[in-house]
């Protein structure tokens, strides 16, 4: 048993997604969710430079948070620095991507023989997902699209609306994505925009977002490490590390509850 909260972590806000399943199906558990706002979008950096921001995060989360957990809530750092979190804090800390639990999701679901990827453009150059679909279900067909308008047109509010449907139309027409029988979104902004696609891509398509399947990861790592806490100890806390109005604005966006994010100094003492 540990009453310490859990570690999640984004580019921005995106990962509230995450953190909100994480609720939904961990309520007793507490966390602290960070936002790298002052660095977003991961989505057009090398892999180099988000490696470095992954690191610096999970120092914060783990050496002054004292977190029991870490949870990669974003696609292009799971794509960029899952493998070099590991390695590093293996046998300290369990670290959760958002990847695998969807992979292990797709290959287990015998009515996906074509499974689409849309992402930004750092995950489909990682090249991550089709090599794990390959190598787990080398018969999978697999197709990727980046799609870098995505993520900045939800943090901007633009969904349900004439400028969603345009550049979704624009995007999901796109021949790569013709005969997909799922489409993965594979950032954690997408889910925003999931009734969107799904009305779009029509019944024979299955749309999949990672929020649920990574809070089911995590739940059953902090059962199987014992790691659980039987009631919820601490307050959730929200840190950005660039606060503006914007950001505070779209946080109700993808977070349920109100939410007070906190400016964090992290990059101030760099
Ligand atoms: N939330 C990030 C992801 O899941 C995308 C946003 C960004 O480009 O920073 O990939």
Not at 113 to 128: E, K
Not at 163 to 176: F, G, N, P, W
Not at 185 to 202: M, Q, R, V
Request: net charge neutral.
């Amino acid at each position: 048993m540990n009453t310490n909260r859990i570690g999640i972590f984004d580019s921005g806000i995106g990962g509230l997604t995450v953190a909100s399943a994480i609720r939904r199906v961990l309520p007793e558990e507490s966390f602290v969710y960070f936002g790298d706002t002052a660095h977003l979008p991961y989505g057009d950096k090398s892999r180099a430079l988000i490696q470095g921001y992954a690191l610096r995060i999970t120092e914060f989360l783990l050496h002054e948070m004292h977190c029991k957990a870490i949870v990669i809530a974003c696609n292009t750092a799971s794509a960029a620095a899952y493998e070099a979190l590991r390695d590093r804090y293996r046998g300290t800390v369990p670290v959760i991507n958002v990847i695998d639990p969807m992979v292990e999701r797709v290959i287990a679901d015998e009515n996906i023989h074509h499974v689409g990827i849309i992402a930004t453009r750092t995950t489909v150059a990682s090249g991550v997902y089709q090599e794990k679909f390959t190598r787990r279900k080398p018969d999978l067909k697999f197709s990727a699209l980046a799609t870098p308008l995505l993520a900045s047109m939800i943090e901007e509010g633009f969904y349900n609306s004439n400028v969603s449907h345009a550049v979704l139309e624009q995007y999901l027409t796109d021949k790569r994505l013709s005969g997909i029988d799922a489409l993965v979104l594979a950032c954690t902004h997408y889910p925003l925009i999931k009734k969107e696609i799904t009305g779009f891509l029509g019944p024979h398509v299955q749309v999949l977002d990672s929020a649920e399947v990574v809070a089911a990861k995590l739940r059953g790592i902090l059962e199987k490490e014992k790691l659980k806490t039987p009631e919820k100890k601490h307050e959730d806390l929200f840190y950005v590390s660039d606060l503006t109005e914007s950001f505070a604005q779209s946080t109700a966006i993808f977070f349920p509850d109100k939410v007070t994010l906190r400016k964090s100094s992290l990059w101030e003492q760099a």
